[in-house]
């Protein structure tokens, strides 16, 4: 980044002219200086000069020099770091402008004529931020800023007390804006008045030398009168300045001037506020009128908006009185001066003198100035399009605000709720409106809770005569408010269901027991929407199954769906038909919002079918959904063709029947949800024996009326059923006689001869059937013919039962013999007798032997049913058994003749990705203090990726993942790691997925993912939980207005389209166990103790709370990520509630007994498998100690509450110190000793901290009763603390012998403060010197370090406030110390070389001479340093 960039973004630099001048009109000749800059705060008020210093490129910093005319040089000051920054100017000297009375100030375009004397050094401010995420803009500012809290336009005067007839008026400052006073200004007295209404400005001066510590704060009001002569006209304008001294350092000493003493100038380092004096904020839901009782103050307020009473007097008594639409009256509240914050409930009237209570939170910004917020307890938002009536559970009366006209319509607004009855429960109750149903009774619902969570009711209307009371779910959602709504739950009734039409079409809906048989007509109480809206929905009878049907009223003939639950969150396709069988489609998908579950339903067109029925066979199918009875949902797919389907009823399992269509067909029933292949099915399919002479290819073109050729008699065999024997006779369709079939061993059975079967689910076995064979007993003889006729199957005549289809005859097992006809062609006629004869010898055989079968339908009869996927359909295929092999292979080579193509566009287009990272990575958290959270390792990456045009496969793994937690002190370094000694091998975390091309729109399809990992260990440390939720921005009280638009349900991303939806043929994430543990903090800083109060729950302490979860696996879903996203996240919040008693069995306050069982089975199980005593000794030891440690603890802990701070604190100490060093049993010991010596001095010290503290008889009595208390409890809590340190000595005694190792940290926590204020790389030196420092001032947190340098034999410690100078070795605390110099007893540093060696030379301030220290002179310590030179 080169100089001129910066000074491009250079906040406030105006574009100057190209005559050479400057502000205030001083030439400036062209390219005279590298760069020109007006310092810009509101006005033009100086000119400048920039100049780059060269240098500090070399050194990778960017800086600004400044100087402002009249002044000199400022230091550098870097712009690396965003910041406020400042540097001291002195005057310049040398400058013929800085004479006395000469006119500095013609910079100034408002007062060229303002003469002072010599100017005063100054502070120069600068303020750096990023604009965007590229640009920093620099503001160069003086130290005093005016901000402009009112509400009007604010203007400020200066003037010198030696010119005061000669003032300066500032622009003015616009509402919410700041203005930085001019640096030559900053010591002039300030005025201020309201702009524009005829105001003077105020008499007292605003001075802010008399705030002088940073941090502090003064408050005073001021007051600006009218130039009106008559009183009462006069009115006054009242506002409170507050002056806040910024965090800047104490007065710099000027330069002394030649032979003079250093002089202190004041230098500012303030922020003056303007404030109002009374603020009334809106918070309710509606508009207010307001008055000041006694007073002409009043006005109306709009919701959400603030009103500034100008002329509200805080120094008086205000009575405040706050009124609605139709509460007329109030009780005024009583606000008197000096009032602090506080909360009261102001009582309000309504005409039917029903009572309201408002909230009423007093803030007092400062002295004199309040801000006042007027808030309703409970807002009720009816959403539900039905009148609801609310009161209190059991209470005499209805809730404040409703009237007649409430019975009948639901209100727009919502309704302000408060309990008025002390004597009740805190419990809310409703009831339907009267007039929605004036015939029926409604009845009050089961009392609901208001101060959070979400639930459901059910308000009852009793209806006369033998009706059924109708029912209405009302789903319940409570949320409390934030920032400035916090005293405010904000109940929102909804529809527990709402029907969101998304589609094209207009959509009806019914309960599905009045749509059940209607057809395509619409039942009573059917509701409609058109496309893009959506409806409320109640069930008309609870007392019927709760299943919605859908309809399509824009499609003709369209028939009601199937019912299908709207209960549970998940998405799916209804099936409706028409009433010719065709199906049409929409996708429903069922979310919970809040309470209300929202039913969406769009097209179907663009996403896949959940079923395909692909029939591959030869004969048409016939197919309808397992249970449905109705024969209208029996669907045909015709031979060679596909259907997409849709359960028709949803709430049934996905099992489909199938049947050949026609007479003598199994059924196969399918599951769709298991791929595999079912059982065969079988139809009957019967062959015809036919003389192929009698069967013409022109038989259909023949002439009518003429004589029917032999060509065309279509002639088969059939049989006489008085003679069994086979004759020819025509062709008659489904005629049993006719019909035959050929078994596996070459049998030909007459279907004619056995009784008929509807549903064959397997071949007819041969006992009851009658076979082809000859009438005769012996074989045919040489040129003789015998007849045919039907026998029973025997094996002695398998020569004359085995019949052979071969060139156009039939032959049977004897040779040179074949079926045919007497009398040649002359004997095919109808009615001829056929005979088993000689075959005629010739190459081409006659047509009185011309015998073929044909199939009375196609196919061999047998078909093979089997479940595929397809993405995320799933497809039912029907294919002919006997060419199913013929198809696999033709499709085979299909199938390679794609994958070739597949190969050759892979090898063009495929890319493999490999990273292997042995050593891993590190993840480390810096917050904006700056200090590491946490620091993440993740080591034995491995990654692969391969992309091609058939597949893309990712296999990520991770060896070892922990997480350390970097704060400084903490007992717990580790948060996350992966438990040791759990015999788990593999890597930490391992993730396989593969992904496929999609043709589908918005559709990622997966073949897999499985998300593996090993046990984990989960260390929860309360500090840096909530150190950790204040980093992600959690409960950050930004002041929220809440929305009260008519539409509740908006639709999120409706305009984006419609969501990306996700296949996997299977999701699977495992994380098998989890050891928990959480450590509560005894000492939180305040911001952290404020974020802890917004959690709404308490941590409580545990210890290895084993938490086994079942995996998540789901095996075809196909959703958008939002729905899978919470599905996972219920799976395993509901696998965490499971495991619930584990750990509260491992509750500190209970002494861990789950940790004693699981201590004691282990060493039960290595003595039975192993025999190993000394393995269940040192087990039960460690279980015992453990609870023993964990109980007592927990006892002292809690005695520590009513102990000092002071005594609580080095408590607290010593304990930390046994924790982090191992050395329990000496800090039990200091423990005990500690609490004796506290319990005998309790009552006297205690007594003097409370009178230094409150004073007086009040702190006397106070500190006496602590120091009683404390004389028992601290001795008790010292004796506890023994015995807790005593017991985890014993512990850890037997975890050292059991092999228990503890992980530590990968690295220690780096030091986050580097040169220029900027975030330095880690090193190892510099963090194991922050961590020595935090030893060396006993976890002090307002030191930080800077920087340690080895030196020689010992090193160098720069802290912010001392230089430590440490001995070599390992010391304990500040043993290693040998020189220590404080900042503040520093005089000078020098630095000379001797002979190739540094001297540092350190002159501090002279110290009590009765410490025995020599001294080199009078008054200063002179100890010098010594440091090798390397050249």
Known sequence: MKLYLLLAVFCGAVALKDDDKIVGGYECPKHSVPHQVSLFDGYNFCGGTLLSDEHTHELKLHQLLVRVCGWEQVKPVSVDKVGVFFRYAAADRHNSSNTVGSPISRTNIIHPHVYFSALPPVRVVFSIRMEGSARKVVTVRSALMVTNRLDLPMEVRLDSPSAPDKPVV??????????????????????????????????VPIHWTSVERPGEISSSKRECHSADVDDNVKHSFRFCVVIKKENYPEQQPAKPASGGAKQICRQPGHTVYLLPTVVLANLLPCELNFYIKGSSIRGSLKPGKEAVLHAADTSQNMELGVLL??????????????TQNYVVLMRLYDTNKHLLCLTIRIVLRAQGALRILISAPYWLINKTGLPLIFRQDNGKSDAAGQFEEHELARSLSPLLFCYTDKEQPAMCTMRIGRGIHPDGVPGWCQGFSLDGGSGVRAVKVIQHGNRPGLIYN?????????????????????????????????????????????????PEGYISTLPGSSVVFHWPRNDYDQLLCVRLMDANDCTWSGGFEVNKSKSFHVNMRDTLGKCFFLRAEVTLKGAAYQISFTDADQLPPPFRIDNLSEVPIQFWQHGVADLRLHTEVKAGSG????????????????????????????????????????????????????????????????????????????????????VLKKKEPGKRSQLWRMTGAGMLCHEGSSPPQSKPAQPRPLDSSLVLDIAGLAAVSDNSFEPLMLKRPDSRRSTTQTWYFSSGMLTCGLPR??????????????????????????LAPGPDQQFINQKMRPGSGVLSVQVLPDGPTRVLQISDFNQRRIVRSSSGTEEDGIKETVKTAAAEQELEVLVNLEEGLGVSLVNKVPEELVFMTLSGIYVHFIHTAASEVLELSVQSIQVDNQLLGTTQPVMLCVTPGSGDSGPALQVNTVKVPSSLMLTDLFKHLMVTARRFTVIIEEKL???????????????????????????????AGPPKRYYFENLKISLPQVKLSVFTS????????????????????????VINMYPFTRVHPYETQEILINDILKHFREELISQAAQILGSVD???????????????????????????????????????????????SDGLGKTMDNRHQNEREYIRYHGATSGEHLVAGIHGLAHGIIGGMTSIITSTVEGMKTEGGVTGFFSGLGKGLVGTVTKPVAGALDFASETAQTVRDMASLSNHRLGVQRVRKPRCCKGPQGLLPRHSAVQADGQEQLFRLTDSIHSEFFIAVEPIDTYCVLISSKVVYFLKPGDYVDREAIFLEVKYDDLYHCLVSKDHGRVYVQLTKKAESTSSGVAMPGPSHQRPMVRRWCDG
């Open 817 to 842: 013999l074949v079926v045919q006809v007497k009398a040649g062609v002359a004997g095919l006629h109808d009615g001829a007798e056929v005979v088993l004869g000689p075959d005629s010898m010739l």
């Open 1149 to 1195: 306050f209970l002494g861990n007994p789950m940790g004693l069982l699981n201590d004691v089975t282990e060493g039960v199980s290595e003595l039975i498998k192993y025999g190993n005593v000394g393995g269940l000794i040192r087990n039960v030891t460690h279980g015992v100690s453990n609870s023993a440690a964990k109980f007592a603890g927990t006892l």
């Open 1025 to 1055: 939980l909530l150190k950790l939720l204040s980093f992600v921005g959690y409960g950050q009280t930004e002041a929220e207005l809440e929305k009260l638009g008519e539409n509740l349900h908006e639709k999120p991303g409706e305009d």
């Open 1082 to 1105: 005894h000492k939180l800083p305040p911001d952290l103790k404020a974020l802890k109060g917004t959690l709404g729950f308490p941590l409580v302490r545990f210890e290895d709370a």
């Open 643 to 726: 259907l997409d389907f849709a359960c028709d009823e949803p709430t049934l399992p996905p099992y489909l029947t199938l049947t050949v269509k026609g007479a003598g067909s199994s059924e196969v029933t399918a599951d769709m949800n298991f791929f595999r292949e079912y059982n065969k099915l079988y139809y009957e399919n019967f062959i015809y024996i036919a003389a192929a002479h009698t069967f013409s290819q022109d038989a259909e073109r023949r002439p009518v009326g003429k004589k029917q050729p032999v060509s065309c008699a279509e002639l088969v065999l059939d049989v006489d059923t008085k003679t069994q024997r086979v």
């Open 170 to 203: 500032l622009p003015p400052i616009l509402p919410g804006q700041a203005l930085a006073v001019p640096l030559h200004l900053t010591s002039w007295r300030l005025q201020a008045r309201p702009k524009g209404r005829g105001l003077f400005f105020c008499k």
């Open 474 to 522: 009302i789903g319940i959602s409570v949320r409390k408010g934030k920032g400035r709504y916090i005293d405010t739950h904000i109940v929102t009734f909804a529809p527990r269901y709402l029907l969101d039409n998304r589609s094209t079409h207009k959509l009806a809906f019914a309960q599905r027991e009045f749509a059940r048989g209607k057809g395509t007509a619409n």
């Open 325 to 338: 639409e139709s509460f007329l009256v109030c009780k005024e509240l009583l606000i008197p001066p000096g």
